[in-house]
Every structure is written in structure tokens, then in C-alpha cells.
């Protein structure tokens, strides 16, 4: 089959490359899935960079944990899907619902284990989801990663409910599914970026204001200027190092901070201290399980709720979208199609 591999020792996107594997049959318990979509996330760039947690690969690996396609084969005991069924895997392996389990989590696309930028990925058949009916192929590959932990951090942690206040960092992949979500929920949301023109596009999507954190170094102060004086009830700090103590200072009393993201690394992120007067809590969020993508694709049913697709790239265009979402550029997510 036709893939691509991040090579063992990878410490930049020139570790991609294509390859050709042997096509996979299913064991008994599995699923053959024909791969249409392939979602990136800013972990697949962390990882052909080798800086991903555990360092860089000590063997090829097929890159990204996101991808939707059709099953084409199962094994002999499946009963949860059958042929030409629509579905995506999930994140982790065997996390099938309620709290983080205690053993180590695998998740795909991450070494060791080989993602989904391939013509065909083969899964347990417990760690995939049926697909909402009403998405396209490169819309559901979106879901597994950033989805469900822009759901995870807002409505299993944060129990969001209808007028609260939610500020999300960057329009990125995690930032703009929260939007959606929380404009779905009824609350108000705050969101922070680089540039006006994409600040723009998420008034578009229902945010309630915007800030450029270019613009305004101290946007925590302007949050609360936004919202007089109060702060958000959620913050969803995708940023790390540099943004986690401003994240805390932008958080309501009794509010939550979840502890997303590394774009700006994971050195000293300045004092915690802000959320004791708050009696606001840091909470940190690594995906979600199987029950979670559940719960949160029935909720994107129910609204017909539409993931934002920034661009599709071609499957021989694979290490463009790479570089796409390396530049930045993007509003959202951004799909390969295969
Ligand atoms: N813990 C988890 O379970 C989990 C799950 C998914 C993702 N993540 C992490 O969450 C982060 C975001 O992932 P993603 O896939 O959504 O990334 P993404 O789609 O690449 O989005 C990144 C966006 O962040 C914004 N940004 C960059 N520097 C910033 C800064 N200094 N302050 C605020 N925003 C900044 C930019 O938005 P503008 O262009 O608008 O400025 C950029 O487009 C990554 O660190 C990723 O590893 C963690």
C-alpha cells in the first residue's frame, strides 16, 4: 500500500517521506479500514521534529493519529462494525471510557506506533467510532485529536452552560473546534490571535470578540476589560511556556484553565499562584476516550455541526500540508486526502 513514513531519528519535516508497505489483513478482533482522510495536528510537525514526547523515532513510523475511511475487511469475532461501514479511529488505544486509565496510553501516529497517512490502518475494532452521516470524509477526519480535546476540556471538565465566558488562544485546530462548541453550548467566546483578518473569521463562527496578541502583549488584561472585569470561565491554554501564567490571569473566579498545548514550548511557564485567590483550577487534558468521541459525535449530529476545513492537499502533496501547517497559515484544521 502506498504510505509515508517519518524516519527513525527524524528531527525535522525532511524526515517524511513516501513509502510502500505490505497491505494488512485483519486479525480476528480487527477492522481494515480504506483511509479517504488524514487530519494533521500540530503533534504530527512536534514529532517529525523528534521533539514529541519520548524524543525523536528509534523506528519508521507511519505519521498522524486522525483519519476517517471505510471498513473493508473485518475479523472473525467483530460485531461492532461491518463492511462499509464509516469510521475513525481513536486517538489512544483501549481507552474506552471514564477516567485516564493508570498503564502508559499508546496513541497513533506517535512512536512506536504507526498512524494513519497510509492507504489502509487496521484498529482494534473497540478504539473506532462510527462517523456522523452528515460530514464528508476530510470533515470527519478531523474529529479523533482536536475535537474530542476541545470537547473533553469543555464539557466533561469544564461542564460549560449557556452564558459563561470561554477564551481560546489562536484559531488553530483545537481553538476553533472549541469555538464551535462553545457558541453551540450558548456561552460567550473570546478569542485571541495573530492576525485581524483571522480574529474576522471567528466573529464569523460566533465569537464574541477578539483580541491580537501581537497587537496586545497583555491580552489577559484585555480579556478582562472584555468581560468587566470577571474573566473567563474556561480558558483553553493551547499556547504553554509563554502563555499559561497570562492564561491564569485571564480565568474567572471558580474558573478553569485546561492545559493543552505547547506551541511555545514546556520550559518555566511563570507562577500558578494567580488561581489561588480565584480558587480557580489547572486542569491537564490529553485527548479523551472512546465514550468522549461518542458523546461529542452525537452532539455534531444532533446540530449538523460542520468542522472548519482550512485547505485539502492531495495525497502526493502530503509534505506541503506539513509545511502548511508549519507557516501557520491556517484557520482551523487541515486534511490530506488519500
Ligand atoms: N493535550 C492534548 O490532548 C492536545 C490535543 C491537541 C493538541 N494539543 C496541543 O495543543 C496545541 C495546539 O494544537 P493544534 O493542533 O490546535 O495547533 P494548530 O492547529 O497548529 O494551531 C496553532 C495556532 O496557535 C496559535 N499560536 C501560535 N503561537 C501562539 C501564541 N504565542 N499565543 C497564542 N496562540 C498562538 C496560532 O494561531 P494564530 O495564527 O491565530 O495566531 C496557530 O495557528 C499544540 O501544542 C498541540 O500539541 C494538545
Same mark, same amino acid.
Given at each position: 500500500?502506498?504510505?509515508?513514513?517519518?524516519?527513525?531519528?527524524?528531527?525535522?519535516?525532511?524526515?517524511?517521506?513516501?513509502?510502500?508497505?505490505?497491505?494488512?489483513?485483519?486479525?480476528?478482533?480487527?477492522?481494515?479500514?480504506?483511509?479517504?482522510? @488524514?487530519?494533521?495536528?500540530?503533534?504530527?510537525?512536534?514529532? $517529525?521534529?523528534?521533539?514529541?514526547?519520548?524524543?525523536?523515532?528509534?523506528?519508521?513510523?507511519?505519521?498522524?493519529?486522525?483519519?476517517?475511511?471505510?471498513?473493508?475487511?473485518?475479523?472473525?469475532?467483530?460485531?461492532?462494525?461491518?463492511?462499509?461501514?464509516?469510521?475513525?479511529?481513536?486517538?489512544?488505544?483501549?481507552? !474506552?471510557?471514564?477516567?485516564?486509565?493508570?498503564?502508559?496510553?499508546? $496513541?497513533?501516529?506517535?512512536?512506536?506506533?504507526?498512524?494513519?497517512?497510509?492507504?489502509? =490502518?487496521?484498529?482494534?475494532?473497540? *478504539?473506532?467510532?462510527?462517523?456522523?452521516?452528515?460530514?464528508?470524509?476530510?470533515?470527519?477526519?478531523?474529529?479523533?485529536?482536536?475535537?474530542?480535546?476541545?470537547?473533553?476540556? !469543555?464539557?466533561?471538565?469544564?461542564?460549560?452552560?449557556?452564558?459563561?465566558?470561554?477564551?481560546?488562544?489562536?484559531?488553530?485546530?483545537?481553538?476553533?473546534?472549541?469555538?464551535?462548541?462553545?457558541? +453551540?453550548?450558548?456561552?460567550?467566546?473570546? #478569542?485571541?490571535?495573530?492576525?485581524?483578518?483571522?480574529?474576522?473569521?471567528?466573529?464569523?463562527?460566533?465569537?464574541?470578540?477578539?483580541?491580537?496578541?501581537?497587537?496586545?502583549?497583555?491580552?489577559?488584561?484585555?480579556?478582562?476589560?472584555?468581560? *468587566?472585569?470577571?474573566? $473567563?470561565?474556561? #480558558? !483553553?491554554?493551547?499556547?504553554? &511556556?509563554?502563555? !499559561?501564567?497570562?492564561?491564569?490571569? &485571564?480565568? =474567572?473566579?471558580?474558573?478553569?484553565?485546561? +492545559?493543552?498545548?505547547?506551541?511555545?514550548?514546556?520550559?518555566?511557564?511563570?507562577?500558578?499562584?494567580?488561581?489561588?485567590?480565584?480558587? @480557580?483550577?489547572?486542569?491537564?487534558?490529553?485527548?479523551?476516550?472512546?465514550?468522549?468521541?461518542?458523546?461529542?459525535?452525537?452532539?455534531?449530529?444532533?446540530? %449538523?455541526?460542520?468542522?472548519?476545513?482550512? %485547505?485539502?492537499?492531495?495525497?502526493?502533496?502530503?509534505?506541503? =500540508?506539513?509545511?502548511?501547517?508549519?507557516?501557520?497559515?491556517?484557520?482551523?484544521?487541515?486534511?490530506?486526502?488519500?
Amino acid at each position: 500500500m502506498r504510505a509515508y513514513e517519518i524516519v527513525a531519528g527524524s528531527s525535522s519535516l525532511d524526515g517524511l517521506r513516501r513509502c510502500e508497505r505490505p497491505d494488512p489483513a485483519p486479525s480476528s478482533n480487527e477492522i481494515l479500514v480504506r483511509v479517504h482522510a @488524514a487530519s494533521l495536528n500540530f503533534r504530527d510537525l512536534l514529532i $517529525a521534529r523528534g521533539h514529541y514526547m519520548g524524543g525523536p523515532g528509534k523506528t519508521n513510523i507511519i505519521p498522524i493519529s486522525d483519519g476517517a475511511g471505510e471498513v473493508v475487511a473485518v475479523g472473525d469475532s467483530v460485531t461492532r462494525f461491518k463492511v462499509g461501514a464509516r469510521v475513525c479511529g481513536t486517538f489512544f488505544r483501549g481507552w !474506552l471510557d471514564g477516567a485516564p486509565p493508570r498503564q502508559p496510553l499508546v $496513541a497513533l501516529g506517535a512512536p512506536p506506533t504507526d498512524g494513519v497517512l497510509a492507504e489502509f =490502518a487496521l484498529f482494534d475494532e473497540r *478504539d473506532a467510532v462510527a462517523v456522523p452521516e452528515h460530514l464528508s470524509w476530510a470533515q470527519a477526519a478531523t474529529l479523533p485529536c482536536a475535537a474530542v480535546t476541545a470537547w473533553r476540556s !469543555l464539557v466533561d471538565i469544564g461542564g460549560i452552560a449557556p452564558g459563561q465566558t470561554v477564551l481560546l488562544l489562536g484559531t488553530g485546530g483545537v481553538s476553533m473546534f472549541a469555538l464551535q462548541f462553545a457558541h +453551540m453550548a450558548g456561552a460567550r467566546v473570546i #478569542v485571541t490571535s495573530s492576525s485581524n483578518t483571522k480574529l474576522e473569521r471567528a466573529r464569523s463562527f460566533g465569537a464574541f470578540a477578539g483580541v491580537n496578541y501581537r497587537l496586545t502583549p497583555d491580552w489577559d488584561r484585555e480579556v478582562l476589560q472584555l468581560t *468587566d472585569g470577571q474573566g $473567563a470561565d474556561h #480558558v !483553553l491554554d493551547v499556547g504553554g &511556556a509563554d502563555t !499559561l501564567s497570562r492564561s491564569i490571569g &485571564a480565568v =474567572a473566579v471558580g474558573g478553569k484553565v485546561t +492545559m493543552i498545548g505547547v506551541i511555545t514550548g514546556v520550559g518555566a511557564a511563570g507562577s500558578p499562584y494567580g488561581l489561588l485567590g480565584k480558587q @480557580a483550577s489547572l486542569h491537564g487534558v490529553f485527548v479523551g476516550s472512546r465514550g468522549t468521541f461518542e458523546r461529542m459525535n452525537a452532539a455534531i449530529a444532533t446540530q %449538523r455541526l460542520e468542522p472548519i476545513v482550512d %485547505r485539502e492537499f492531495g495525497f502526493d502533496d502530503a509534505p506541503a =500540508a506539513f509545511r502548511h501547517m508549519e507557516s501557520a497559515s491556517h484557520f482551523g484544521k487541515i486534511v490530506i486526502r488519500l
